[in-house]
C-alpha cells in the first residue's frame, strides 16, 4: 500500500565575503537546461546572475547538476520557486514503492556569470550550510549528507537529540535514525538544525534520500535549499560533544546510540547507569583507540536493570582533550505505567536500628517482594513477606555497609527506594 507523505527539508545554505561592499544574497530564478536530460543523472542546469556586488552588477552563476540518481526516484520539478522568496531552491522528488534507500544527490557549482571560454569557478570566501527538518516516519527515515570539502566544521544553533550525525569523509552525515516517529496527521516537524561551515569553497554536494526500515515505503518530498550571505551567529550556537543521543528498549537489552561528529576532541566517553535518577555509577565506556572514524557509537546494556527495577537511567559523561567534563542528558527506559507505580518511605527502627519500609495502605495484608540491589546493579538479596502491620523488616544486617537500591513490588505495584546501609552493631 504507497502511503504518500508530504515533509520540509531545509537545506539553507548561507554565502557570505569578508567585505561587506560585496555581499549580496544569493537568487535562483532564472535558469535553463544545458547539458544531459531533464531529471536524470548527468542532467545540468545554469542559474543565471546568483550573485550580485555592491553595484548591482552580475558577478556568478551556478551550475546546478544531479550527479546521482538512484532507481526509483523521480525528480518531479526541479524548482518550486516564487517570486516571493528568491534565494531558495525547492526541487520536489517522488520516492517509488520499492525496498532499500533511495536518495538524490546534487552538485552546486558557482561559476563567473556569462563564462563563455575555459571552464573556470568562482570561489566563495566563506560557506555556510545548514541543514533542518529531517524526520523519522518508522517505515522511512529522512537523511541528508552535505560535502564542504576538508575542513569543514560542524556547529549546532541549539540542542540534538534527533539526529544521528556521523562524518563522511570530507562531509557530514545527519539521519533520524533513532529520533520520534513523525505524525502525519500533525504540522510539527523536527526543527533541529545540523550547521557546517568552510572557507574558500566553489562547489557544494548535498545528497537527500530516505532509508527504509525493509519495507517498500513510498512518498513525495518537497526541499529547500536556501543560500544567503549572512552567518550563523557564533556567539550563540551550541557545540554538544554528544549529538542525538537516544535510549530504547530491544527485547531483553537496552540500546543506546549516539553520535560525536568531533570525536577527534574527546579523550573518552562514560556510559552511566542509575536506578533511581540521581546515583550513576559507570556501566561501561570507549577510551579514544576504541572510537570509530564516523563519530557514531552504540552500546548494549543488559536489560535486567529496568526489568527488575522497573526503570533505569542513563546518562554519557565525555572528556575532552584538556581534561573537561561533559554531560549529555539523562535518558530514562520504563517498562511499567506510571500508574503502576507506588510512593513508599523507609525508616529506621529505633529500638534495633533496622531498616524497615512503611507499608503502603494498599500493600497491607497482601504479598511484598523485595529485590536488594547494591552499588554495581548487582542483586544481593530478596526478601518475600506479607505483613500483618504497618512495617516490613528489610533485614539487611549481614550486609556491607554501603548504597543499596531496594525494588519493592506487590501484585501489579512496584516502588524505588535509595538506601544507605551503615555497619550493624
Known sequence: MKTNFFFLLVLAILVFSFSPTSAQDISFTNYKLIGGAAGQKGATYRFSSVTKNAFGKSEADCIVKIENITPGVVLKQLNHNTSSNLSTFLPEVEYKAINGPSWIEFSFTFVPHNNAGEPSTYMLPEITTSVSGLNNYGQAHEFAECNLGRNSQVVYESEITQLMVSATGSGYRAENKWGTEFNKNSKNQNTEKLILVNKNISTVRVKIGVNRNNNEWAGNSRYTIELKNSSPDFSKVHMPLIVGFQARMQLDIVELAWSCPNHQNIQDIAVERSLDGEIFRVAGGFKKSEMGNNGMFQFIDEAKYATTMGAVFYRLRTRNLQ???????????????????????????????????????????????????????????????????????LDMKELAAGAYVVRFTCGRQYSTQYVIHSESL
Do not use: C, H, R
Open 323 to 393: 581534561g573537561e567534563f561533559e554531560y549529555s542528558a539523562v535518558k530514562m527506559v520504563a517498562l511499567n505505567k506510571k500508574d503502576d507505580f507506588v510512593k513508599t518511605e523507609i525508616s529506621i527502627d529505633p529500638s534495633t536500628g533496622a531498616t524497615i519500609l512503611m507499608t503502603p495502605l494498599g500493600w497491607q495484608q497482601k504479598q511484598i517482594f523485595a529485590e536488594i540491589y547494591n552499588d554495581k546493579g548487582e542483586l544481593v538479596k530478596k526478601i518475600s513477606d506479607q505483613p500483618e502491620g504497618v512495617q516490613m523488616d
